[in-house]
């Protein structure tokens, strides 16, 4: 079966940096994205990779090996804004995209 | 504004008793999709559509039905509501299934069946 692995909750500090590891098994592969939602909140784009390697934007970068079938999502300089889920979803061979449960990251004063 | 747009925010209703709830999408996309939202679940596709008149399920289509008779619109139906469809349900686009292409969603529906 298809199977998409986060932790489901990470606390981290104001203005410090937390990453957010996502694995996957799945059939065939076309890309890996993250999403940021916020509670009660549709899902927003953060960022997309297909091939291996670090794509960074900003605060926040993402990270994909394909060979290991992992992918994280690293945020820097947190702000409290930052607490929100973020959803982890691979695009797979017929083009379906299989979604993670999803990482609840909380950031303390 | 590019937006998606779903009709209604929040239902509370009772079993059996049929519902639709709207989504529209003024962005020219291709691709449409339900998904519904349980806690700990993740995003669970309900259905799909690639383009108008053409529609497929996803992974939990039991007790749903769609159409899409035009571009911008993709209603979400349920015939006879059943309390384990009380979810949040999230209308979604996108220009192609594809590669590159980010699904732009509704602001959800949270759908309540007693």
């Known amino acids: 079966g298809q199977n998409i692995d986060q932790p489901t909750e990470m606390t981290a500090t104001e203005g410090a940096i937390v990453q957010i590891n996502c694995t996957y098994q799945t059939s065939g592969f076309n890309g890996l994205f993250w999403y940021q939602q916020h509670a009660g909140e549709a899902p927003t784009f953060l960022s997309y990779?297909?091939l291996d390697g670090l794509e960074e934007k900003g605060r926040f970068s993402s990270f994909l090996s394909r060979s290991k079938g992992y992918s994280y999502l690293l945020l820097k300089e947190l702000q409290m804004k930052d607490s929100a889920s973020y959803l982890c979803a691979v695009l797979d061979s017929n083009y379906q995209l299989i979604w993670g449960a999803g990482t609840k990251l909380i950031i303390k004063p | 504004e590019a937006q998606v747009t779903q009709n209604p925010r929040y239902l509370i209703t009772v079993t059996g008793k049929k519902l639709t709830v709207t989504c529209s999408q003024n962005?020219?996309?291709?691709?449409m999709s339900w998904y519904r939202q349980d806690p700990g679940l993740g995003l669970r596709q309900i259905y799909y559509s690639m383009n108008v008149e053409v529609t497929d399920k996803g992974d939990v289509p039991e007790g749903y039905k769609v159409s899409r008779k035009e571009k911008r619109n993709f209603p979400l139906i349920l015939e006879s509501p059943s309390p384990n469809q009380t979810s949040l349900y999230f209308c979604?686009?996108?220009?192609?299934?594809?590669?590159?292409?980010?699904?732009?969603f509704g602001p959800g529906t949270r759908l309540t069946v007693l």
């Open positions: 990779n297909v």
């Open positions: 979604a686009s996108s220009f192609t299934p594809g590669q590159y292409n980010e699904q732009f």
């Open positions: 962005m020219n996309h291709e691709y």
